[in-house]
């Protein structure tokens, strides 16, 4: 039986990973508290250590978890800007799940949209207390305005395909473009210009942090809107309160934040907020806060715990090979043994 330490449990994940691990003899330790260094022993007699976004996977992490015997970090995510992989590189595998349900996130970076455009929030919160007054809920028409999709993978593609479904225009930037796609890119400076709408769909990485800040702010457009379902680092949330405070930024959509880690997916309602930041960002009119939950449908918490289930497997019955396999060589054709259907190391 394969032994699985199961950090940052929820009870939205128990579900589905009790239908597919019990398919295959799997056993979950469903851990409440995150991964980090203070943690780590909890996940002494486990074979494997599943991990979510919030869940700490430093270098002191990862020697804890070697010395335990922990050969497999399965993540249950997408993104592992939260993973070093450098650190992890010779001794602890690292997996993850490179799509679950890519329009389960487009199409909640769509529902923000509308909610907050439409003003949806104000008029769901005025009729039930009877109150039918229709005065500040004037929103505008998406049709003819021009959207700027910032990284067109797997959610940001999606994400222009219901933007044109709305009658948009759409741009797009991407450190790589995908050839023959028919998707006008442009530079990022000519992004920020010319959007009415801007959707952030690329990793997290050194070059992304802040790519939303007070420079790329000053370059938009008066009442622009910017959407974030991809990680809160990619902006800089002080300078995103100071364009809302200047009316430049006409309204947020965040499903992301950078500080997140301790405060979203908890129920802080009975505790004071200590986050200035993000108390001033909620009680701003135009901006729609949701608490990573993008993610979140039926169809994407099956699919990720079937592929967790089928990386776990494909690592103890596959020689430990693995499509899903990730280190800081893949992509490096020449580097990474993955592209020689090998083990990352
Ligand atoms: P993907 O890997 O299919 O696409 C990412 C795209 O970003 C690629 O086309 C890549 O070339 C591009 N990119 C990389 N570096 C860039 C740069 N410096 N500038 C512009 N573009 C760049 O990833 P996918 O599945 O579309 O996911 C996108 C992001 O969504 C993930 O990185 C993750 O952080 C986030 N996400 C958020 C979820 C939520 O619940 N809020 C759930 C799943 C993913």
Redesign the pocket.
């Known amino acids: 039986m394969i032994k699985v330490a199961f950090y940052d449990a929820k009870g939205y994940d128990k579900p589905s990973f009790e239908k597919y691990g019990q398919l295959h003899d799997m056993q979950f330790r469903y851990l409440e508290t995150k991964l980090n260094e203070d943690t780590a022993e909890l996940a002494r007699g486990c074979d494997v250590v599943c991990v979510f ?1 919030n869940d700490t996977v430093n270098a002191k992490v990862i020697d804890r978890l070697y010395d335990l015997g922990i050969r497999l970090i399965a993540l249950r ?3 592992y ?1 939260n993973v070093d992989v450098h650190a992890a590189f010779g001794k602890i595998h690292v997996v993850h799940v ?3 349900s ?1 329009y ?2 487009a199409e ?1 970076a769509m529902a923000l949209l509308l909610t907050s455009i439409r003003r949806i929030h104000k008029a769901y919160n005025r009729t039930r207390d009877f109150n039918f007054s229709l005065n500040g809920l004037t929103g505008f028409d998406l049709h003819g305005k021009t959207a700027g999709v ?8 999606i994400f222009i395909d219901i933007c044109k479904g709305f009658g948009m225009k759409v741009i797009a ?4 473009p ?1 050839p023959d796609s028919g998707i006008e890119y442009v530079p ?1 400076e000519e992004l920020f210009s010319r959007s009415d709408v801007i959707s952030l ?5 050194e ?2 942090r802040h ?1 939303i800040n007070a420079d790329s702010i000053a370059k938009m457009k008066k009442g622009v809107v910017i959407i974030n ?3 809160g680092g990619l902006i800089d949330a002080e300078a995103l309160l100071e364009g809302i405070k200047a009316r430049k930024v006409g309204a947020a959509c965040l ?2 934040y950078e500080e997140e880690a301790d405060i979203f997916f908890e129920d802080r309602s009975g505790h004071i907020l200590n986050d200035e930041l993000l108390s001033r960002l909620i009680s701003m009119p135009n901006v729609i806060i949701t608490s ?5 449908t039926e169809e994407a918490l099956n699919n990720i715990a079937e592929t967790t289930v089928n990386n776990i497997l494909s690592y103890f019955n596959n020689d430990g090979v693995c499509d899903n396999e990730l280190c800081y060589r893949c992509g490096h054709i020449d580097r990474c043994k993955k592209e020689r259907k090998e083990r990352c190391f």
Request: proline residues 7%; hydrophobic residues 40%.
């Open positions: 976004v995510s997408a993104g800007n490179p799509a679950y890519p389960a996130v909640h910032i990284g067109t993978g797997k959610i940001g593609r930037y991407d450190l790589f995908v990022l769909h690329c990793p997290l990485t070059e992304t790519m379902t991809s990680r499903d992301v990573h939950q993008a993610f979140l």
